[in-house]
């Protein structure tokens, strides 16, 4: 998978060099590469914003520089047309879902902003012609697209084959679809079996992993109900069995 990202600020992506997605990008699983937005702005500030038409708070991002760049991105491939992905606090949410939708894409080009966002002609002019998606990665207001960017990348890159050593596979994920689909992870235990008191649950050191597999459902469904109660109300009932309602 190619992934492109224009930004201003460029050096926030460094930690796509390390851990999983740096591993990935060793490997040629994953190709990144980074664009400064400010190269294609010509005046002799570089200058990428500016007043908002009709008034209002803060800049927004002049459309030239923006065009210019997404149009040299382009050209990497004139034959391919890549997903352009708009970080947003008015987006569509980003799930799981979309992670996986994303993680089947050849190309993905990101074009995470700042100040008020983008002059909205720019994604008019490409979204005639190709997919352009306003996303969201939350429910809270961040200062620019970057952070949010670099959460798509990871959620998408760790789906792609071969970056999670089949140990860690995706398919347990939750929001995975799949027995525990929707479902928040329980708890987690490692050596030693006894920490300052506290003891691992005895059922996890008895090697029945039938028990072992309906004590973390028990669980999973336990901390959904406490902790998104919305999503236990989302289950396909056909999924519960009888002893999940009786829980
Ligand atoms: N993904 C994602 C995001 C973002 C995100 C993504 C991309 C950009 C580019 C710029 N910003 C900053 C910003 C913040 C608020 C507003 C709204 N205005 C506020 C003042 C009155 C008018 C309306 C606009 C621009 C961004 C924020 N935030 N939260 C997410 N989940």
Same mark, same amino acid.
């Given at each position: 998978?190619?992934?492109?990202? &224009?930004?201003?600020?460029?050096?926030?992506?460094?930690?796509? @060099?390390?851990?999983? &997605?740096?591993?990935?990008?060793?490997?040629?699983?994953?190709?990144?590469?980074?664009?400064?937005?400010?190269?294609?702005?010509?005046?002799?500030?570089?200058?990428?914003? @500016?007043?908002?038409? !009709?008034?209002?708070?803060?800049?927004?991002?002049?459309?030239?520089?923006?065009?210019?760049? &997404?149009?040299?991105?382009?050209?990497?491939? $004139?034959?391919?047309?890549?997903?352009?992905?708009?970080?947003?606090?008015?987006?569509?949410?980003?799930?799981?879902?979309?992670?996986?939708?994303?993680?089947?894409?050849?190309?993905?080009?990101?074009?995470?902003?700042?100040?008020?966002? &983008?002059?909205?002609?720019?994604?008019? #002019?490409?979204?005639?012609?190709?997919?352009?998606?306003?996303?969201?990665?939350? @429910?809270?207001?961040?200062? !620019?697209? #970057?952070?949010?960017?670099?959460?798509?990348?990871?959620?998408?890159?760790?789906?792609? $084959?071969?970056?999670?050593?089949?140990?860690?596979?995706?398919?347990?994920?939750?929001?995975?679809?799949?027995?525990?689909?929707?479902?928040?992870? !329980?708890?987690?235990?490692?050596?030693?079996?006894?920490?300052?008191?506290?003891?691992? $649950?005895?059922?996890?050191?008895? !090697?029945?992993?039938?028990?072992?597999?309906?004590?973390?459902?028990? #669980?999973?469904?336990?901390?959904?109900?406490?902790?998104?109660?919305?999503?236990?109300?989302?289950?396909?009932?056909?999924?519960?069995?009888?002893?999940?309602?009786?829980?």
């Amino acid at each position: 998978m190619r992934v492109d990202v &224009i930004s201003i600020f460029p050096e926030y992506f460094a930690p796509l @060099d390390v851990s999983l &997605i740096g591993k990935a990008r060793e490997r040629g699983i994953l190709d990144i590469h980074l664009h400064q937005l400010r190269d294609w702005a010509h005046d002799v500030h570089r200058t990428v914003d @500016d007043t908002p038409y !009709g008034g209002g708070p803060g800049m927004v991002m002049k459309p030239e520089p923006w065009g210019e760049a &997404i149009d040299t991105v382009l050209a990497a491939d $004139p034959a391919a047309q890549p997903r352009i992905i708009v970080p947003t606090p008015s987006g569509v949410p980003f799930t799981q879902k979309l992670a996986m939708e994303y993680a089947a894409e050849p190309w993905l080009l990101f074009t995470p902003a700042r100040y008020e966002g &983008i002059d909205s002609r720019v994604m008019a #002019e490409y979204g005639s012609r190709m997919r352009v998606d306003e996303v969201s990665v939350g @429910d809270y207001v961040l200062a !620019g697209g #970057e952070v949010a960017v670099l959460v798509m990348v990871e959620a998408v890159g760790r789906l792609l $084959p071969g970056v999670l050593g089949n140990a860690n596979s995706a398919v347990d994920d939750s929001f995975a679809p799949g027995a525990m689909e929707n479902l928040l992870e !329980g708890p987690v235990y490692t050596k030693p079996p006894e920490w300052r008191g506290h003891e691992v $649950p005895e059922i996890l050191l008895s !090697g029945h992993h039938g028990k072992i597999a309906r004590w973390r459902r028990d #669980e999973a469904l336990r901390r959904t109900a406490r902790n998104r109660l919305e999503l236990l109300a989302a289950l396909d009932p056909e999924t519960l069995d009888k002893h999940d309602r009786k829980l």
